[in-house]
């Protein structure tokens, strides 16, 4: 196999070391070229709702760079569920036009894109957001009550306003409504952003979730509510339609060290109503993606929700950065790591599906053609340029 290995030295094939990164991998009607994703990351460059021009080429620079799949930023589901007022969303025909730039530069390219769908509930910032007056919506009135031990000095968040069952339903609604947007722009998918103690985490979260009616309780009628969402979701866009979920052990605000899931079998129980309702891949975001998700196995969140589900699942955390890692502020630069070894070795023995490559991707665009070149060395650090600029 001497000719073999050489060959894969080339140019052009990817070295041995990170040629399972560079597999084709199927998500429901989709072909990705490689195992490379972009993970959503917000970005604050869009006004009214509409994404700053500077966004197709934002994004299309991604595509051309290598990108198998393009997570896209979080887009608001309704005006109440927007972070601030510099988040995108579908709700006019000059928010969705722009995304339909965006959807055809990167199609062009030869990648393909997904909507990641975003209501951030109680963590929106109700000072930054459109209607400060308006109050923000959740499960219930308060994200964490005062005496909750995860409450860091007191609860920070503003009361909000627990919604009522029409008000969830109503908000089922929302969301679908985005896929069916999402859908006719012309993404190749959507992903519910279900993680971080956003809206959909809110639900899940026990710690949150107070509520006594159907949607609070056991882990069933938790996950109730995104339950619903997908099969609404499946109902009116088609059972081929691709929707991801992006779960994480992880709270906001900065609460890192909780575990929302303490064993494998509280994440199966979890996860399995998600699995049967339609969800076609998981996107396990962590912040250091080889970190094992629990005592007495090295499987990871991402493993974890594979071995358990079956379905694709996606490494996230840190892929492609060396350190240092623990940086509380943006001022700090972060080595690129030249070294993908580990995680194409995960991808190799199934562990994982799909590498989810975030601030890497701020400072290289190019970063999976790079890679597959062997040209790692030519990788830039991430640094508080890559975040304030739209390149
Ligand atoms: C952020 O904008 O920093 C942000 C947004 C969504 C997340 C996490 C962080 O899920």
Redesign the pocket.
């Known amino acids: 196999m001497v000719e073999s290995s050489v060959v894969a030295q080339g140019s052009t094939l990817p070295s041995a070391a990170v040629s399972p990164i560079f597999s084709a991998f199927r998500i429901g009607n989709c072909t990705l070229r490689n195992r490379v994703v972009m993970a959503p990351m917000?970005r604050?460059f869009a006004q009214d709702g509409v994404l700053a021009p500077s966004a197709v080429d934002y994004y299309r620079r991604r595509a051309a760079g290598g990108v198998g799949l393009i997570l896209s930023e979080?887009i608001a589901t309704s005006e109440i569920a927007a972070?601030s007022a510099t988040i995108p969303d579908f709700l006019t025909g000059a928010a969705r036009d722009m995304w339909r730039s965006v959807v055809e530069a990167v199609h062009q390219e030869g990648g393909l894109i997904m909507a990641q769908l975003?209501h951030t509930g109680l963590g929106r910032i109700v000072e930054q957001a459109k209607h400060p007056d308006q109050l923000s919506v959740g499960p219930v009135d308060q994200y964490l009550l005062p005496d909750n031990p995860h409450a860091q000095g007191g609860n920070n968040h503003p009361l909000g306003h627990a919604m009522t069952i029409e008000e969830i339903q109503a908000t089922v609604e929302e969301y679908i409504v985005a896929a069916k947007h999402a859908q006719d722009i012309g993404f190749d998918g959507i992903e519910l952003?279900a993680?971080?103690g956003?809206l959909i985490d809110q639900f899940f979260w026990d710690q949150c979730n107070r509520r006594t009616d159907q949607y609070g309780g056991d882990i069933i009628n938790r996950t109730r509510f995104a339950v619903e969402i997908i099969r609404g979701i499946k109902q009116r866009c088609g059972e081929d339609f691709p929707v991801g979920l992006r779960f994480s052990q992880w709270k906001?605000p900065f609460l890192y060290a909780v575990k929302a899931f303490p064993d494998p079998a509280a994440l199966a129980a979890f996860l399995f109503p998600l699995a049967e309702a339609g969800v076609d891949f998981l996107d396990a975001?962590t912040r250091r993606y080889w970190e094992p998700a629990f005592e007495g196995s090295d499987l990871t969140l991402a493993g974890w929700a594979k071995k358990i589900t079956g379905l694709p699942s996606m490494a996230v955390g840190s892929i492609g950065l060396a350190g240092p890692l623990d940086v509380a502020d943006m001022l700090t630069e972060v080595r690129p790591d030249a070294d993908l070894s580990r995680i194409a070795a995960m991808i190799e023995r199934d562990e994982v599906d799909l590498v989810g490559v975030g601030r890497a991707l701020l400072s290289n665009p190019d970063w999976a053609n790079k890679v597959k070149a062997g040209d790692v060395a030519d990788l830039a650090p991430f640094n508080q340029q890559a975040m304030m600029t739209h390149w």
């Open positions: 917000t604050q979080g972070h975003w952003h993680a971080h956003y906001l975001s």
